[in-house]
């Protein structure tokens, strides 16, 4: 038997439980999990009413994880027993010409075949083991530490993604403005300085959060409130941001967002806060600004993320945690008291042993 945290009923907290130890059938990798990574999209899944929530419960949440290979199913040759892996989380189908190129994340017959992600349908990370359904879900850390490598599976590779797409606007003298600056937007922020020459405004309503943007790069701070948008065209000269990134998606935020890009500029929504953002002539948004929704990233995106780790130009700010502190973490998470990325080590008994 084993330990995990699983969310079993809906609208109540996640619970940790004891369930059995899984075993890899053919072509199927058992890893023992290092560390899982906590993530604002669980607190959003774990809020949907019971006639809309999509998956089998229970469900062993965390789709942020890393781990050494503790056994191979059939026919599995490309991994070995012992080895330190990061798991890629959207998977696709390996078939379709997305697959093809690495880009799972854009599989167009992963959900008509019920292939869900770990945490996200799939039993997750936030176990003392889990399965992962190919070796090719599995990118080798090559020496990173673990706690390190948990976030960058989401919480880099979902805004690396979204700047890599937006990199031809980000030209020197070029503005980027980074709304929420929690998981993936401290690492945002330091995406930004290690890709683009971009000036980097980012906006938070906690001052706490403001003070790490600014320890981790950010050349502007500004409190996201009703003043923003001025402030950033202020900041610009009147003609707005090249690229705004918006890790929380509310109503408020994404106005910001639309009265703050440039014409031609680029307004990302990463984040799941429920707003809505008008798009059309008279909707709001300068002329030629392209909107995004961007989910994840691809196989090899997330090399490169772990490669720019390993260099040193990208660390995840984390706060660490048991298995059994996990539903802890969960509300500390909602109650936004979580500065960075909460790692959860599932076999650490004290977090204070590290």
Same mark, same amino acid.
């Given at each position: 038997?084993?330990?995990?945290?699983?969310?079993?009923?809906?609208?109540?907290?996640?619970?940790?439980?004891?369930v059995?130890?899984?075993?890899?059938?053919?072509?199927?990798?058992?890893?023992?999990?290092?560390?899982?990574?906590?993530? #604002?999209?669980?607190?959003?899944?774990?809020? &949907?009413?019971?006639?809309?929530?999509?998956?089998?419960?229970?469900?062993?949440?965390?789709?942020?994880g890393?781990?050494?290979?503790?056994?191979?199913?059939?026919?599995v040759?490309s991994?070995?027993?012992?080895?330190?892996?990061?798991v890629?989380?959207? &998977?696709g189908?390996?078939?379709? #010409?997305?697959?093809?190129?690495?880009?799972?994340?854009?599989?167009?017959?992963?959900?008509?075949?019920?292939?869900?992600?770990?945490?996200? $349908?799939?039993p997750?990370?936030l176990?003392e083991?889990m399965?992962?359904d190919?070796?090719?879900?599995?990118?080798?850390?090559?020496?990173?530490?673990?706690?390190?490598?948990?976030?960058?599976?989401?919480?880099?590779?979902?805004?690396? #993604?979204?700047?890599?797409?937006?990199?031809?606007?980000?030209?020197?003298?070029s503005?980027?403005?980074?709304?929420?600056?929690?998981?993936?937007?401290?690492?945002?922020?330091?995406l930004?300085?290690?890709?683009?020459?971009?000036?980097?405004?980012?906006?938070?309503?906690?001052?706490?959060?403001?003070?790490?943007?600014?320890?981790?790069?950010?050349?502007?701070?500004?409190?996201?409130?009703?003043?923003?948008?001025?402030?950033? !065209?202020?900041?610009?000269?009147?003609?707005?941001?090249?690229?705004v990134?918006?890790?929380?998606?509310?109503?408020a935020?994404?106005?910001?967002?639309?009265?703050?890009?440039?014409?031609a $500029?680029d307004?990302?929504?990463?984040?799941? $806060?429920?707003?809505?953002?008008?798009?059309?002539?008279?909707?709001?948004?300068p002329?030629?600004?392209?909107?995004?929704?961007?989910?994840?990233?691809? !196989?090899?995106?997330?090399?490169?993320?772990?490669?720019?780790? !390993?260099?040193?130009?990208?660390s995840? #700010?984390?706060?660490?945690?048991?298995?059994?502190?996990?539903?802890?973490?969960?509300?500390?998470?909602h109650?936004g008291?979580?500065?960075?990325?909460?790692?959860?080590?599932?076999?650490?008994?004290?977090?204070?042993?590290?």
């Open positions: 038997m084993m330990k995990a945290v699983q969310y079993r009923r809906v609208g109540h907290a996640p619970e940790v439980v004891e059995p130890v899984p075993e890899p059938g053919p072509g199927q990798v058992l890893l023992k999990v290092t560390a899982a990574g906590l993530c #604002h999209s669980d607190l959003a899944v774990m809020g &949907w009413p019971e006639e809309q929530f999509p998956y089998a419960l229970p469900m062993t949440l965390g789709h942020e890393v781990g050494t290979v503790a056994a191979l199913g059939a026919g040759t991994v070995t027993e012992g080895e330190a892996v990061a890629y989380g959207p &998977w189908c390996g078939r379709c #010409h997305q697959c093809a190129e690495g880009k799972e994340n854009c599989c167009p017959r992963a959900a008509g075949l019920g292939i869900l992600p770990p945490g996200l $349908g799939s997750g990370a176990a083991y399965l992962v190919s070796p090719r879900h599995l990118v080798p850390l090559n020496g990173l530490d673990p706690v390190q490598a948990a976030p960058l599976t989401d919480a880099g590779l979902t805004p690396y #993604h979204a700047i890599r797409r937006s990199l031809p606007k980000l030209l020197p003298g503005t980027a403005v980074v709304i929420g600056v929690g998981g993936l937007g401290h690492l945002a922020v330091q930004l300085r290690a890709l683009t020459p971009a000036r980097v405004v980012a906006l938070d309503v906690s001052k706490e959060k403001l003070e790490l943007a600014r320890e981790v790069g950010a050349h502007e701070t500004l409190l996201s409130d009703g003043e923003a948008a001025a402030q950033i !065209r202020a900041l610009t000269g009147g003609t707005g941001a090249e690229v990134l918006d890790f929380v998606g509310a109503e935020t994404l106005a910001v967002a639309a009265a703050s890009v440039a014409v $500029g307004v990302t929504v990463v984040g799941l $806060g429920g707003g809505t953002l008008a798009v059309g002539f008279g909707g709001g948004l002329f030629e600004v392209s909107a995004s929704f961007p989910y994840w990233g691809s !196989r090899r995106e997330l090399m490169e993320v772990l490669e720019l780790a !390993r260099q040193g130009l990208v995840s #700010h984390v706060e660490i945690f048991t298995l059994e502190q996990a539903p802890e973490a969960y509300e500390r998470l109650a008291e979580i500065d960075g990325r909460a790692v959860v080590l599932p076999h650490t008994s004290s977090p204070h042993s590290l």
